[in-house]
């Protein structure tokens, strides 16, 4: 099965980043280095505000 890839609104500095929703390695705010993701071994637990579904796959 695959995942989506959300738009995600870091909560420090509101900068919105692209994150794919089984990210396999911390993602982290490009703007201020918040971690936005961390992997679980299935869909990645999300830090931010998911602002909406980029692409559903």
Do not use: W
Not at 18 to 47: D, M, N, R, W, Y
Request: charged share 20%.
């Amino acid at each position: 099965m695959a995942g989506n890839f959300y738009s995600v609104a870091c909560p420090d500095c509101e900068n919105e980043q692209i994150v794919f929703g089984k990210a396999a390695t911390e993602v982290a705010c490009a703007v201020c280095g918040h971690q936005l993701a961390s992997p679980t071994g299935g869909e990645a637990v999300i830090e931010g505000e998911i602002t909406e579904t980029v692409e559903a796959r």
